[in-house]
């Protein structure tokens, strides 16, 4: 799949190469802002590789010299005169990118470098995996608008935690890497030099592992996290190894360690 043919229209850009998607923000001009054609285009291309046997990771990244700037204000712009039906109705676009991203059954990288400010923090926060390059800025501008990081807020808190989002969200500061690390918001952060070598190697990891499994360990994580550990729990644990064992691809793979053998998936 190649979908970098150029197109006046387009705002997404998408390659495949070794199982391995790169899809990208392609409005370098607007600094990535988001607006209803990124996003409905973006949930269009994520749904098709969601369906692709042939891919196995996706990374998400920006074009030019930031990763996301945020909303498009001119799209903010048009919204104030709306009405609240309207409003509510337009405001879902990024919600439903959102859930789109998180739902992704395969493993999900985002490639952060410049600025990654508002609805661009919601995009990283729904990714797996988040690597960050050291000259990353970070910001959740809304109030600084009269807005609210409204939509984006179930995200964010479930990767940085609550003090930390509602003190970067109040305050509306502009924080680095390093302090983005500390907090959760990322997960790894690379010199600029070093940051496609970094996500290549995490990417290609993945890529090589069951894709069932990284399925699985998704829902699993999603499901069991926050909850008590107790015999529900524990019964749950163990359906889902037991599955795992019985699967296809647990059989091949316990198979192919034992012969020194590469399991059938890899490389696909």
């Not at 039906?85 to 470098?113: F, M, S, W, Y």
Request: charged content about 25%.
């Amino acid at each position: 799949m190649n979908d970098t043919t150029p197109d006046a229209a387009k705002v997404i850009e998408c390659t495949v190469d070794s199982g391995i998607a790169r899809v990208w923000l392609a409005r370098p001009e607007l600094r990535n802002a988001l607006n209803p054609a990124l996003l409905d285009e973006l949930g269009v291309t994520l749904q098709r590789l969601e369906a692709d046997p042939a891919v196995r990771v996706v990374v998400l990244g920006g074009r030019g010299k930031v990763f996301c700037a945020g909303a498009d204000l001119r799209w903010m712009t048009q919204a104030a005169a709306y009405d609240r039906a309207q409003n509510i109705e337009d405001a879902g676009c990024l919600a439903r990118l959102l859930q789109t991203l998180d739902g992704l059954a395969k493993p999900t990288i985002a490639r952060v470098h410049g600025a990654c400010y508002a609805g661009g923090t919601g995009l990283i926060s729904a990714c797996d995996i988040v690597v960050a390059a050291e000259d990353a800025r970070f910001c959740f501008s809304e109030v600084r608008l009269g807005l609210v990081p409204a939509t984006i807020s179930p995200y964010v808190l479930r990767a940085m935690g609550y003090r930390a989002g509602l003190r970067h969200m109040l305050v509306a500061d502009v924080f680095d890497a390093a302090t983005a690390l500390r907090t959760g918001l990322v997960g790894e952060v690379a010199t600029v030099d070093a940051l496609d070598t970094r996500v290549d190697a995490l990417a290609a990891a993945m890529r090589d592992a069951g894709p069932r499994a990284l399925a699985e360990t998704k829902r699993l994580l999603r499901e069991v996290n926050g909850r008590p550990i107790d015999g529900a729990l524990a019964r749950r644990t163990v359906e889902c190894i037991a599955d795992a064992r019985a699967s296809d691809e647990g059989v091949e793979g316990v198979r192919a360690l034992l012969a020194g053998e590469t399991p059938r998936w890899r490389g696909g």
